[in-house]
């Protein structure tokens, strides 16, 4: 291997050749999937790879580089502009002309380009004078340019599976080529779980902490490196904690079940627990929303606006900082009153809507914009001309008389209940005097 090569990253020296030693990505590589049929056959037109860091979007585009008889030129977003692109583009054209091969273009971190930059390109990956491969984190859809997008592939890639991680570890840990194989490390179960766990779905991540810990562990005398539990928390910066996959769901459940509870404290310590053993805060935050609808509901509201407002300050903040916010948005879920008003209105009105079938639209609730069949004669009654409120059937004649929501008796909802109460005691004799003429 050149020394350039032994010299960088475990990680990059590890990536996969081949789509045999790509890790990870089944289900847009699989034996019969439309890219692995694509690449094998050197037929893979202008697409972009999204999805988080460490799970092989630069990789396969250079397995796509390797499989390819043509030429392949990358570029990054960051440090290149429309003068580099408008040079392969030149350059593109001409070993079409002269030789008939292609170009695949390779733009790392593409989401990076202005439109102007991405604009230089359209013209070339129209008339097939380079094929656009783009790689980035951020979601194509929201972060390019349309006119790109809509000329390209979209392909995501997942976080890799604990499996996946894995597995690279341990190709690094034996492989004497590229990897640490030389090295005659000896590693506990324990310490790979724990780069598993830190690596949250980045392989990179996991390689990067191991090779730390076999690089700063002296050998012992027989001439091993031992990467035992506690050497792998030093390279991963964050302690283990002992959660297997029951007692990962078993903890879960307790958090669930102690905001329901109002018990912010243990609401608290399991939420905590779970995230200094390695868990994504994400997981934490989207139980906090599911709770904030699902127990607290219409009898604070306000719930769920605190719970969005602390997962959009932690996506901007950061763990370090944004741990505040969980625990903000955990202790509001778990003080707020509780209602399941909502989730069982929302179970009815779906069992209705599956009872009963394609009932009809009242006539004169349809749109009027456009003509139609048999009127029943009945006028739509504008609420505002009524003060706010009129008697009218809102369900089709087969539900009319089903009641889905029921509003309970704690925090808001006990106004709610009252206003309801209220509007159904209501007789509007002006409202039934008109439908009934009709």
Not at 177 to 201: D, K
Request: with cysteine; aromatic share 8%.
């Amino acid at each position: 291997m050149p020394a350039a090569k032994l010299n960088a990253p475990l990680s990059d020296r590890m990536r996969p050749r081949s789509l045999d030693e790509f890790l990870g990505q089944k289900h847009i590589l699989n034996q019969n999937s439309l890219l692995m049929r694509a690449i094998r056959a050197d037929r893979l037109g202008s697409c972009i790879f999204y999805g988080p860091p460490g799970t092989g979007k630069t990789t396969l585009a250079s397995i796509v580089a390797a499989n390819t008889k043509g030429e392949f030129v990358k570029l990054n977003a960051v440090s290149s502009g429309v003068a580099d692109a408008k040079k392969v583009i030149e350059q593109a054209r001409e070993n079409g002309r002269m030789y008939g091969k292609k170009t695949y273009l390779l733009l790392d971190e593409c989401h990076r380009w202005s439109k102007a930059q991405s604009d230089c390109v359209l013209s070339a990956i129209e008339d097939g004078s380079i094929v656009f491969i783009g790689s980035t984190t951020e979601n194509p859809y929201v972060s390019m340019t349309p006119a790109i997008v809509s000329r390209c592939r979209i392909f995501e890639l997942l976080p890799l599976s604990d499996d996946d991680v894995r597995e690279g570890i341990t190709r690094a840990i034996t492989n004497c080529e590229r990897g640490l194989g030389a090295y005659n490390i000896e590693i506990s179960p324990e310490a790979v779980n724990q780069f598993v766990w830190g690596a949250n779905g980045d392989l990179r991540n996991a390689l990067n902490a191991l090779e730390l810990a076999a690089l700063s562990s002296p050998p012992e005398s027989d001439g091993k490196i031992v990467i035992d539990l506690t050497v792998a928390e030093q390279s991963v910066q964050r302690k283990a904690i002992s959660v297997d996959q029951s007692l990962y769901y078993d903890m879960l459940s307790a958090f669930c079940k102690s905001m329901r509870g109002s018990d912010p404290d243990a609401a608290l310590y399991w939420a905590f627990r779970l995230i200094e053993a390695g868990y994504d805060p994400l997981l934490v935050f989207r139980r906090v929303l599911v709770h904030a609808n699902e127990d607290v509901g219409l009898a604070d509201s306000n719930a769920l606006t605190v719970a969005v407002n602390a997962y959009l300050a932690y996506e901007r903040l950061g763990l370090a900082e944004g741990r505040q916010a969980l625990a903000h948005a955990i202790i509001y879920v778990c003080t707020a009153p509780k209602s399941n008003s909502v989730e069982k209105s929302m179970f009815a009105a779906i069992d209705a809507v599956r009872r009963s079938g394609d009932a009809r639209v009242p006539h004169y609730l349809r749109d009027r914009s456009y003509p139609h069949g048999v009127d029943d004669g009945k006028e739509y009654l504008y609420p505002h001309d009524f003060g706010g409120y009129v008697k009218q059937q809102y369900l089709p004649d087969s539900l009319k008389d089903e009641v889905f929501y029921r509003p309970g008796d704690n925090g808001r909802e006990k106004d709610i209940k009252k206003f309801m109460q209220e509007i159904a005691n209501k007789k509007s004799t002006e409202g039934e005097h008109k439908n009934a003429e009709n």
